[in-house]
Antibody, heavy 117, light 107 residues
Framework: QVLLQESGPGVVKPSQTLSLTCTVS??????????WSWIRQHPGKGLEWIGY???????SYNPSLKGRATISVDTSENQFSLKVTSMTTADTAVYYC?????????WGQGILVTVSS | DIQMTQSPSSLSASVGDTVTITCQAS??????LNWYQQKPGKAPKLLIY???SVKAGGPSRFSGSGSGTDFTFTIRRLQAEDIATYYC?????????FGHGTKVEIK
């Protein structure tokens, strides 16, 4: 059973950089043909895919974040991370990490990030 | 981006009913479509992939169909535990995009 767990701050000030980490257990990030994604959900709203990383380091991002998102991987720690720069109140959301090549078949429980001064 | 239009946005049905949700893509996505169930306060859960394949271990009362631009998700014999919001998601073209969701309630 693959488990994913997000960690990071629950509150970020406007203009600051958000840093989140997803720790994967029950399977290696390096094994299998999977992408590892970040997805967010604004309060009471739908789902927005942020981007993915492959264990080799290949990435792809949603242009909606206008280049503010960076995803990295640490295979030695079996983790992958998300950084979002220049946070605004519009970035307040629940952030999920997920495993998926095309379907997202395993998800973390999500972490609420609030942007507030 | 490919727009995914779900309808209805919400519905109310009785236990035992058959419920149908539709999802329309703004362009042909073949069968590159998934369906997820999200219960309040929880992460989404994959139910259907490739438009019609039920995830292993998933209830057989959930099914999906369609190809191209028009897709259908069906819950047969609705149960109280099916109360949730359901989302479609395309993976034909990056960025991967979701529908806005259909909230299913019990009448």
């Amino acid at each position: 059973q693959v488990l994913l767990q997000e960690s990071g701050p629950g509150v970020v000030k406007p203009s600051q950089t958000l840093s989140l980490t997803c720790t994967v257990s029950g399977g290696s990030i390096s094994s299998g043909n999977y992408f590892w994604s970040w997805i967010r959900q604004h309060p009471g709203k739908g789902l927005e895919w942020i981007g993915y990383i492959y264990y080799s380091g290949r990435t792809s991002y949603n242009p909606s974040l206008k280049g503010r998102a960076t995803i990295s991987v640490d295979t030695s720690e079996n983790q992958f991370s998300l950084k979002v720069t220049s946070m605004t109140t519009a970035d307040t959301a629940v952030y999920y990490c997920a495993r998926g090549s095309e379907p997202f078949d395993y998800w973390g429980q999500g972490i609420l990030v609030t942007v507030s001064s | 981006d490919i727009q995914m239009t779900q309808s209805p946005s919400s519905l109310s049905a009785s236990v035992g009913d058959t419920v149908t949700i539709t999802c329309q893509a703004s362009q042909d996505i073949s069968t590159y479509l998934n369906w997820y169930q999200q219960k309040p306060g929880k992460a989404p859960k994959l139910l259907i992939y490739d438009a019609s394949s039920v995830k292993a271990g998933g209830p057989s009362r959930f099914s999906g169909s369609g190809s191209g631009t028009d897709f259908t998700f069906t819950i047969r014999r609705l149960q109280a535990e099916d109360i949730a919001t359901y989302y479609c998601q395309q993976y034909d073209t990056l960025p991967w995009t979701f529908g806005h969701g259909t909230k299913v309630e019990i009448k």
